[in-house]
């Protein structure tokens, strides 16, 4: 049974930093894509980054040179550091693990970014 659980939400002022993680059982977690994506209140879902099992990553271009998504293939963890936050960021984070096609999800990390 796959199972992807978030932690390293929270509440930050803009400006700040936080980091998210998302640990992976049940799958052969160093052989997937694994993907962060968000949802703000009133908006559809969108893919935030993502992580190929070589590590090449791509990035919605309203978090390029902000946000940076790794990997550790032995803790079967994937992170995304957040930096430089802004209000527009506010949203849940849900990590993606994309299996043969097949999209499974943690149940989101709130993000919160007011002064």
């Known amino acids: 049974q796959v199972q992807l659980v978030e932690s390293g939400g929270g509440l930050v002022q803009p400006g700040g930093s936080l980091r998210l993680s998302c640990a992976a059982s049940?799958?052969?977690?160093?052989?997937?894509?694994m993907g962060w994506y968000r949802q703000a209140p009133g908006k559809q879902r969108e893919l935030v980054t993502s992580?190929?099992?070589?590590?090449?990553?791509n990035y919605a271009d309203s978090v390029k040179g902000r946000f940076t998504i790794s990997r550790d293939n032995a803790k079967r963890t994937v992170y995304l550091q957040m930096d430089n936050l802004k209000p527009e960021d506010t949203a849940v984070y849900y990590c993606?693990?994309?299996?043969?096609?097949?999209?499974?999800w943690g149940q989101g990390t709130q993000v919160t970014v007011s002064s």
């Open positions: 992580i190929t099992s070589d590590r090449r990553a």
């Open positions: 993606n693990a994309n299996i043969n096609l097949s999209h499974y």
């Open positions: 049940g799958i052969s977690f160093r052989f997937y894509r």
